[in-house]
């Protein structure tokens, strides 16, 4: 099937679009309930995304929390390149992205924030950044896909889809305005 405001992946078999942008809006909406929930509103809150696709993810996030509560959250952005453990069998150096945070993240209930947790390593990075800057008060994980595959004793407290996957396919989460959409696709 698809979707008006995707990509054409239809010229593929190795390629399949599973979630249009109602569906990525519905879950998203759920998660920000979830979050506001499982947090007792926006106190201390701090919505935290991984660069790149945890960034936007948090973007609408915060967004729609703002709306629910009619109170903003303070977003920030970290850019974990520094603290990945493959950095050294990179054959050329990183190309860094700028982190921002706003305020500070101590004594924050912060929620880390990302479209797909696969092995665990890029939140484990995300983390000891965190730490790097400061002592937040708790670190909570909301993923977009959680789409299994773990090496590391991670898991999200947030998911807007569970999509088990084969480890000879990718999930590409585009949240980008007009191409909203999550693909699966096989290596071929």
Known sequence: MQYPDAPD?????????????????RMIRRMAHEILERNQGVRDLYLIGILKGGGILAER???????????????GTVDITLYRD?????????????????EPVDLKR????????????????AMDL???????????????????????????DFVGKNLPTSRDETVQVSLETGQEHVSLHRKG
């Open 61 to 75: 996030l915060a967004s729609i929390i703002c709306a629910i509560e009619g109170a903003s959250v303070p977003l």
């Open 86 to 102: 493959d950095l050294s069998s990179k054959p050329s150096p990183p190309f860094l992205k700028k982190s921002a945070l706003p």
């Open 130 to 156: 965190l730490m790097d800057l400061g002592r937040p008060s708790r670190v909570q994980l909301a993923v977009l896909i959680d789409r299994g595959h773990r090496e590391l004793p991670i898991r999200a």
């Open 110 to 125: 912060v929620v880390l924030v990302d479209d797909v947790l696969f092995t665990g390593r890029s939140v484990r990075s």
């Open 9 to 25: 992946l239809t010229s593929s078999p190795l390629s399949r679009i599973l979630l249009d942008p109602s569906q990525i809006d």
